[in-house]
Every structure is written in C-alpha cells, then in structure tokens.
C-alpha cells in the first residue's frame, strides 16, 4: 500500500522542524546538552564533548535531507532510527530508577524530568518519521495539496508543542492542585 505523498511530505517536514529545533536548541547552549548528556552516565566522559558536538550538527544534516526527495528515505529511517535511540537513552536511565535528570527535550529554557510517558512521545515520533520513510503514491501535487502538506505539518508541530509543554509543565501542574 502506497499513501498519498501529502501524508509523507508532511511527516517529513514535521520531522525535520523538529530536528532542525533540536538542533538550534543545543547549538544555543551548548554547555547546558554537554551537561545532559553526561548526566545520562551512558558514554565515557572522554567522549561527551565530541559527541555533544555532532549531535546537532548530525540533526540539522538530516533535516535537511528529510527535505530533499532523493534524499528523504535514507534521512527518514536515520530520523527514525535517532529518535529511538534517544528512547533507548531514556528507557536505560528510567530503568536504572535515574528519573531526576533533565531530558534535555524541552530545549535550554526549561528542564524536564524523564519520566516512562518521554518513550510513548519518542515512539510515535519514530511512527511518524518511518511514516516519511515510506513510497507513497506517484501522483502530480498542485497548489492546494502544498497549502495542506504545510498545514498537516504544522497542525502535527501544534500537537507535538502542546503535548511537549504539558509534558515539562505536569510536575508543576501536580503540585498545583495539590498531588
């Protein structure tokens, strides 16, 4: 089964401004995701600071290349593939009983504690860029199918922002009302 290339342009699209943001996020402050990514204990602390250097730049390259069609496959399953290791990263400290750390998903201006419902966000961002990985059906787009690609992105970018904010907000949401 092939879907309509608007449901995998989208998903690309939506994948790459997410990638692209993440990227912004640590190249903004890039002591805060050097610190991070030690804080998660999964890397020896001779290899924290090149990594914490690639990372970003690793993600602005295949945000750039989930926007090239040639490229999007290929771009799409390494998206995919990120994304599930940055699950994997979380679920191996969850295990460990290490939920005080910051994930490092909210970007410079916020912490947020990693708790088991970051790996149901991180799957279904998998689902989404395996979704762009996929041969949809060939078929010339006009005008309006490029109005709803941008418009399916951005209503995906809505929800992930809004479940994203509520997500980094519960803790102080909790204590709020008292629980």
């Not at 699209?13 to 990227?23: D, K, R, T, Y």
């Not at 593939?81 to 400290?93: K, Q, T, V």
């Amino acid at each position: 089964m092939h879907p309509d290339p608007i449901f995998i342009i989208a998903s690309a699209l939506a994948i790459a401004v997410l990638l692209a943001s993440a990227a912004t996020h640590k190249l903004r402050a890039p002591a805060r995701f050097r610190k991070q990514l030690a804080d998660y204990q999964l890397l020896p602390d001779v290899l924290v600071r090149p990594i914490a250097r690639t990372i970003p730049v690793a993600e602005l390259m295949i945000a750039f290349a989930l926007l090239v069609p040639a490229w999007r496959v290929y771009a799409a399953l390494t998206a995919a593939g990120l994304m599930a290791l940055y699950a994997a990263a979380i679920g191996i400290n969850l295990w460990r009983g290490r939920r005080d750390i910051d994930c490092g998903c909210a970007g410079p201006d916020q912490a947020q504690p990693l708790r088991p419902v970051l790996l149901l966000r991180n799957s279904a961002l998998v689902g989404l860029a395996l979704l762009a990985s996929v041969s949809p059906v060939v078929r010339d787009l006009g005008v309006f199918d490029g109005f709803v690609t941008v418009a399916a992105s951005a209503v995906a970018l809505l929800i992930y922002a809004a479940a994203d904010g509520l997500l980094a907000n519960s803790p102080l949401l909790l204590k709020l009302i008292g629980r």
